[in-house]
Every structure is written in structure tokens, then in C-alpha cells.
């Protein structure tokens, strides 16, 4: 059975849709991530240092948020338990939950469908979607499919597009 | 197929099927077709076949006698037939794997090249539904659209009109069709009243049809209503069943809120015809051209997919996405309906497959495209092929092709509006709504502005009343079925 990264409902091996949310459940193509060099994945990690940066406060109510390093922009994660990380393609319907095309997404190397923040009671994790060029937490890169525990101030590098979380979360 | 009979097709059993599997489907076809036991006319032929074709498969020497003769048989069809037929596969390989998988075919059935076929004559009868409920703007829209209908008739052409509510009569006959000051004349008589019996409209536009029903031609009913019909629903199926027994295919207009889809989608698709729905009567006269210039460019009717999977091997769905899109039954024979001269017939079957052990290729399906060519008294041409898959222990890394992913991109979201009607219905209705309103993020996301605000409407409504409306239900089934049509999905 293969896994649809959106909903979680369970597909048998070489459906190519999602019986649940209609979501896509392979890679085409028409409109391929952009292959990013390894160097400027290693390069970007070594830039951004976990928790040494300013970090402006997240707007009441929220929890949780991502700070965009290269922009300064908060992305505030409310309402849900688990977010997916991409970027939207206007002909496609695949619709993550935290959109980055407007931060350059695709020149980072951002997925369609990237990765996904699972907010749960013992703390938030990371998982690596099967992405193209892969996710980093503070500069180790995630096994895909394998969850990683992350705290207030760690860096979420997507292909080569860095987020900071910012957690009330303690711990 | 000249001379030789697929016994296999016969019993409904695959071509790789074991001796037992052969006697357990002889048993049962036996139990049921056995004249002391069976129901319908022509079942004591069906019992003398089965006997026949029980008879040489299972005996194991006469059955590698029979494979050879069928495999050169079909040789000899497949290079002689007037169809061709085209698949395309989701994936190049199957994987060896001991769990199901899931593999997608697209057929495409054209007619074969060099094969000139001319305009066929149409039979066609417009059953019009005069309740009540159509009086004013629905009907005056219905009597000049099927004015505009017998005037375009050309020589050889043959048409007529029946009206019905809770009787049925002819208002205009084909020889009152050919005068125009005639049928002019004898529409204007059409006047609203009464209830809805679709049953009391079909018998009398099928016997229509027989009494000036052309051999060589199209025969044709076209059923117009906007009311249910109440209790003579398994008529009506029946009556259906017999048309295309006889070459009548039966479409639908179903127009405002009021009528049952279900019940249509179901009468016409066993002739393999099609339903439109038209929130507004304004539409009818273009849909009328339509279907009228639609029947005129048939090369094929009676066209049917017929043939056994391979026993590791189920059809989980089936989906004609051309001529008309329209969900098909979800077993082996497939009622498709006629093929177009210039076009094609168009199928996206999915299958699932069963664990499958170490082999190198896969028979999934041995089928038969079958269908009577009009105008030259050629009746039931076949086309049989052999879907074969290779097995692979690795994963095809390329991508399944354009064609398949974009078609069932939108068969996707034809089936989260099912699913969310169904979910709907048993009263599921907060489920129902999240699920419409991700069907409306894929329709904005693929330009479709409009159905998503329908999507969004009865989201809203099911949190509010708990139920879809009549009207909305229609318009976003229609609606999502008509993004698979090819003037939709080229669209941006």
C-alpha cells in the first residue's frame, strides 16, 4: 500500500490518485522540482545557525510559526495538527497547506508536496516527504518518511530555502 | 469469429483458467440457464452454448486443439477487422509484489483505416415529456428545438415527435415530419398537463422507432423530461434492454431540478446512451443539434467490449471518457454505444491486480471490441487483442503517460462529488461538506470557477440542512463529467 501524503489514506501500489482528497500521488514531468546542487544545500546550512537568530513574536493565538530566513516573513501554523510544506503550481491541484511559491520555492528546490509539520502532545516533528532534494533539520539531512523531532529556534531547510521554527511549545 | 466461438467468453472465464475453475462456471451458468429453470427468451440458446463450450474445454486435449484454433482465428480477425484499438498503460511494468496493485488502461477503439464510411440514415424519435411542470418557457424551448430538428432532416432521414404524461401520444409521425407547415402545425398543438410516466413515452416512441426503423441507419431515442417517474422504473430498464437488443439507443435530457438522474443515467447507459443535464431550457435547441449531428457522423453502434480478465486480475471501474463521458458498469460486457466515423470511442478501465509471483509478463485480459458498421449490413464485427504487462521487480521510474494522468486527474474529482453525495445521503453530512469544499479547492485549482462555487454553495448547505439540493447534486455531477470532455480539458 503507498500512503497519500495529504490525507494518510491508503492506496493501493500504482494508484496515481487519491481516492480520499483527490490529491496526486506521483511525480510527472510536465513540471519537475528544480534539481538543486548539493553544495548550496550544504552551503545554505552552514549560513543559518539554529536559535541565534532575532526572532520577531509569533501573533497571539498561534502556537506555532515559521520564519522565512531569507525574506523575514512569519508564517503562522493555526487550526490544524499537521501541516504540509510545498508549493502550489497554478495548473495543478495539489494544494499543500503552507504554500512557499511566493518565497522562490521553486528556485530553492521546494517540492510540490515537501514535508509536513505533525504537532502532537509530546512536542512538533518534521517529516520528509519524499521530496526531490530532500529536508535538513539544523543541518543533518532527514531520512525521507522518517520523523524528527524539532524545537523553538531549530532551522527546517527545504531543498535550500530555510525556515525557522518558533515554538511556544517548552522542551 | 469465423467460425470459431470464444468458449472462453462464453462462460465468462479467463483463458488461463483451471479445469476447475471451468466446471464451477459451467455449473453455475447450467443452474441458472437451464430451460426447466430460466427466465427469459433466448437463455435455453445461452444453456446449449455453455453445454458446447463446456464440452471441448474440459477435456484437456481437445482444449489445446481449441486454444490453437481460437489464437489463429483471432490472427486472422485482427488483421481483417474494421476496428483498431489502441492502449496505453499507467505504468510500463508491473511490479512483483504480494500485495494487489492498481493499473490503469486507456482504450482508444477508432475505425480502421481505409474503411470510407458515408452518413448513415437516422431514425431518431424525440419523447417529450408534457407534464405539467414543462409548461411555459420549458416547453415553447422544446417545440422549436424539435422544429429546428425536422427541418434539418435530410433525404432518407426519417424523425417524429411523442409527447407523453400519464398516457403517451405521436404528435408528429415521420411522414407529418417531412411537411414543414405539418409539423409546424401539429407541435403548436403540444400543450402542458398531467403527470410524469416515462414508461407510457418510451413504449410508444420505441414502437415508433420499429415501425419506420431503418436497417441500415441510425435508430435513435432521444428522452426529454424534468419530472420522476413513479413505479414503472423496472419497465422501463426492461424496455431498454430490448432496444438494443434490436439496435435502439436511448439518451437523455434531464432539464431543471426535478428529475431522477440516477434512474436516467441508468436507462440510457445500458443502450451505451448518454444523459445531458440543462438547468435552463434555453440550452435545448444547441444540445438538440448536437445529438442530432452526433447520430449523423456514426460509423459503429451495438459497440461492446466483451472477454474475460485473467483470473489474478479484477476490473475495480470503468469510465468511457469519449464520445460522451459517462461511468460504465464495472463487468465484462461493456455496453459502449456507438463510435464516430471521424472519432473515437474512448476507455479508461482500472484494474487491480493480485499478488503475482515471479513472473517475467502477465496476460491481464483477453477482449473483444464488437460492434455492428452501419449502411453496410456488416453485423457484429469484432476486434479481438491480448493486453499483456511485463513484471518487473523494480519500480518504472518514468512517468505514467499525459493522457492517463490528465483523464483521471478529473475522473478524481467526478468521484469526490459520488463519494460526497453518498456520504450525503447517509447522513454524513459534515464529511460530505469537508469533502465538497476539497472539491472545490481542485476545481479552482484547475480553472473551474463556476462548479467550485457550486461545490462551495452545497458544502455550506449541508451544514446548514444537512442535505444537497436536488439541483446542485445534478450540476456538480454533470458538471465535473464534462470536464472530461475534450473542449473542457484543453482548456487552460
Known amino acids: ?171 | 469469429m469465423s467460425g470459431v466461438e470464444d468458449y472462453y467468453a462464453l462462460l465468462g472465464v479467463p483463458r488461463n483458467a483451471t479445469q476447475e475453475q471451468i466446471r464451477r462456471a459451467f455449473r453455475e451458468a447450467a443452474l441458472r440457464l437451464h430451460p426447466d429453470k430460466n427466465l427469459r427468451p433466448g437463455e435455453t440458446e445461452l444453456f446449449l452454448d455453455a453445454n458446447r463450450a463446456y464440452e471441448v474445454l474440459n477435456d484437456p486435449t481437445r482444449r489445446a486443439a481449441y486454444d490453437r484454433e481460437l489464437l489463429e482465428a483471432e490472427a486472422e480477425l485482427r488483421s481483417s477487422s474494421v476496428f483498431t484499438c489502441a492502449i496505453q498503460h499507467s505504468r510500463k511494468a508491473l511490479l512483483q509484489l504480494d500485495e494487489p496493485q492498481v493499473h490503469y488502461l486507456l482504450l482508444d477503439v477508432t475505425p480502421a483505416p481505409g474503411f470510407e464510411a458515408a452518413r448513415p440514415p437516422i431514425n431518431l424519435c424525440i419523447v417529450v415529456d408534457r407534464s405539467t411542470s414543462m409548461r411555459g418557457q420549458r416547453l415553447d424551448q422544446v417545440r422549436s428545438a424539435a422544429q429546428a430538428i425536422l427541418e434539418g432532416l435530410q433525404e432518407g432521414d426519417k424523425a417524429s415527435i411523442v409527447a407523453f404524461s400519464d398516457r403517451a401520444e405521436v404528435v408528429v409521425s415521420p411522414d407529418q415530419a417531412k411537411d414543414r407547415a405539418v409539423s409546424r402545425a401539429r407541435l403548436s398543438l403540444l400543450q402542458a398537463g398531467g403527470g410524469t410516466v416515462i414508461g407510457q413515452g418510451l413504449e410508444t416512441g420505441l414502437a415508433e422507432l420499429h415501425a419506420s426503423f431503418s436497417h441500415d441507419g441510425v435508430n435513435h431515442l432521444l428522452l426529454l423530461t424534468d419530472g420522476r417517474t413513479y413505479g414503472d422504473e423496472t419497465a422501463c430498464l426492461d424496455m431498454a434492454d430490448l432496444a438494443i437488443k434490436d439496435g435502439i439507443t436511448i439518451s437523455g435530457v434531464g432539464i431543471g431540478a426535478d428529475w431522477n438522474d440516477r434512474f436516467l443515467d441508468d436507462l440510457t447507459s445500458r443502450t451505451g446512451g448518454a444523459v445531458a443535464f440543462l438547468d435552463t431550457p434555453k440550452a435545448v435547441t444547441a444540445l438538440l443539434q448536437r445529438t442530432f449531428e452526433a447520430l449523423s457522423r456514426v460509423f459503429a453502434n451495438r459497440v461492446q467490449l466483451e472477454g474475460a480478465f485473467a483470473q489474478e486480475v479484477d476490473l475495480r471501474s470503468a469510465f468511457r471518457l469519449l464520445p460522451d463521458p459517462t461511468p460504465m458498469a464495472d463487468a465484462l460486457p461493456i455496453t459502449l454505444g456507438h463510435l464516430p466515423r471521424d472519432g473515437q470511442i474512448r476507455l479508461l478501465l482500472e484494474l487491480v491486480v493480485h499478488p503475482i509471483g515471479q513472473i517475467s509478463e502477465l496476460v491481464l485480459a483477453n477482449l473483444t471490441v464488437c460492434g455492428d458498421i452501419l449502411g453496410v449490413g456488416l453485423e457484429r464485427q469484432k476486434l479481438p487483442f491480448e493486453i499483456r504487462c511485463p513484471v518487473s521487480r523494480h519500480p518504472d521510474p518514468e512517468p505514467p503517460p499525459q493522457d492517463i494522468v490528465a483523464t483521471l486527474n478529473l475522473v478524481a474529482l467526478y468521484r469526490m462529488q459520488e463519494k460526497a453525495r453518498h456520504e450525503a445521503e447517509l447522513g454524513h453530512s459534515s464529511q460530505a461538506a469537508r469533502r465538497l469544499e476539497n472539491l472545490a479547492t481542485h476545481l479552482l485549482a484547475s480553472g473551474e470557477r463556476d462548479l467550485a462555487k457550486a461545490a462551495l454553495n452545497e458544502a455550506q448547505r449541508l451544514v446548514h440542512t444537512r442535505h444537497l439540493s436536488t439541483e446542485g447534486e445534478k450540476r456538480l455531477k454533470y458538471g465535473t463529467r464534462a470536464l472530461l470532455l475534450p473542449s473542457k480539458s484543453s482548456a487552460p
Open chain 1, 1 to 171: 500500500m503507498i500512503e497519500c501524503p495529504a490525507c494518510k489514506h491508503q492506496e493501493f501500489v500504482g494508484s496515481l490518485f487519491c481516492g480520499e482528497c483527490g490529491t496526486r500521488l506521483v511525480r510527472l514531468s510536465g513540471s519537475p522540482t528544480v534539481q538543486v546542487p548539493r553544495n548550496r544545500i550544504d552551503q545554505e546550512a552552514s549560513v543559518t545557525k539554529p536559535g541565534t537568530l532575532d526572532v520577531p513574536e509569533l501573533e497571539p493565538g498561534a502556537v506555532l510559526g515559521l520564519w522565512v530566513v531569507t525574506t523575514g516573513a512569519v508564517l503562522s501554523l493555526v487550526g490544524r495538527d499537521s501541516y504540509t510544506l510545498g508549493r502550489v503550481i497554478p495548473t495543478e491541484a495539489i494544494i499543500p497547506d503552507i504554500d512557499l511559491s511566493s518565497f522562490r520555492a521553486n528556485d530553492h528546490g521546494v517540492s510540490r508536496i515537501h514535508a509536513e509539520i505533525r504537532v502532537d502532545v509530546d512536542g512538533v516533528r518534521v517529516v520528509d516527504l519524499d521530496s526531490a532534494n530532500g529536508t535538513l533539520v539544523n543541518g543533518k539531512r532527514l531520512n525521507p518518511q522518517d520523523p524528527a523531532r524539532i524545537r523553538q529556534g531549530d532551522i527546517i531547510q527545504l531543498g535550500s530555502l530555510s525556515l525557522q521554527l518558533i515554538s511556544r511549545f517548552r522542551g
